[in-house]
C-alpha cells in the first residue's frame, strides 16, 4: 500500500522518509503524484490541522494521507509560536528570520524551557482516521548553533544533550524528534490494526 505524505515541506519529507524507511511503508509525495493542493491551516490544534491536511490530500488522491502538523512551543511564551511557528514574525520570513524573531523575543528571559510537537493524522479512503503524536524536550538556545536540520533547529537545545537539533546526525535527532516519536506511534497504531 502506498500512502501519499501530505506536505511540501522539503525538510519534513526528507525526515519522515527517513524515519518510513525499512518499515515497509512505501511513500509518495503529493508533488510526485502531480497534486496541487493547498489546504489551509484553519485549525487551533495541530491534531485539527493535521486532519484537515490528510482528508483533503486522501480525498485528491484516492490514496491513504499522512499529514504532520508539528511547532515549537516555548513554555516562557505561553506555549507560542505553537500552531503558528511556520508563520511566526510575519509573513514572508525565513526559517532563519523566524528563529531570528524568536530570540529576539527572549531576549533576557530566564526560563527557556521548550518542546518540539508534532501530530500525524492518516486518512483512509473508506473514512478512517489514524493518529499519532510525538514531543521533544529541551530548551531555547542564547544563540545559533549547527547547520543541520531547519526551521528552528538551530536553536532548540535536546534535553540531555547540549546540543541543537541542528548539530546532531540526521539519524541521531530522528532517534530523538518529536516527529520520529510521533511516526513510530503510527507504525504502531496502524500494525495492531492490521493495516500495512
Known amino acids: 500500500m502506498t500512502f501519499v505524505l501530505a506536505t511540501a515541506n522539503p525538510g519534513k519529507i526528507r525526515e519522515m522518509r527517513e524515519i518510513f524507511a525499512g518499515s515497509g511503508i512505501e511513500t509518495a509525495t503529493r508533488l510526485e503524484l502531480g ?5 489551509e491551516e484553519t485549525g487551533s490544534t495541530f491534531i485539527e ?10 480525498g485528491a488522491s484516492g490514496l491513504p494521507a499522512i499529514a504532520d502538523d508539528s511547532g515549537l512551543m516555548v513554555d516562557a511564551l505561553g506555549g507560542a ?18 528563529y ?15 518542546k518540539f510537537v508534532c501530530t500525524i493524522a492518516c486518512a483512509f479512503p473508506d473514512g478512517s482516521i489514524v493518529t499519532a503524536a ?8 542564547k544563540a545559533p548553533r549547527g547547520a543541520g536540520g531547519f526551521g528552528y533547529d538551530p536553536v532548540f537545545l535536546v534535553h540531555g544533550k547540549d546540543r541543537t537539533m541542528a548539530e546532531l546526525a540526521p539519524d541521531e535527532k530522528n532517534k530523538v524528534s518529536h516527529r520520529g516519536e510521533a511516526i513510530r506511534r503510527f507504525l504502531y497504531e496502524i500494525r495492531e490494526r492490521g493495516i500495512e
Do not use: Q, T
Not at 100 to 114: H, I, K, P, Q, T
Open 49 to 58: 490541522n493535521a486532519l484537515l491536511k490528510a482528508k483533503a490530500i486522501c
Open 100 to 114: 531570528r524573531y524568536l530570540l529576539e523575543n527572549m531576549r533576557g528571559v530566564e526560563d527557556r524551557s521548550a
Open 134 to 141: 510525538g514531543e521533544c524536550r529541551g530548551a531555547i538556545a
Open 35 to 39: 497534486i496541487d493542493v493547498e489546504v
Open 81 to 98: 509560536p505553537g500552531v503558528y511557528s511556520s508563520s511566526y514574525g510575519g509573513d514572508g520570513l525565513d526559517g532563519a528570520e523566524r
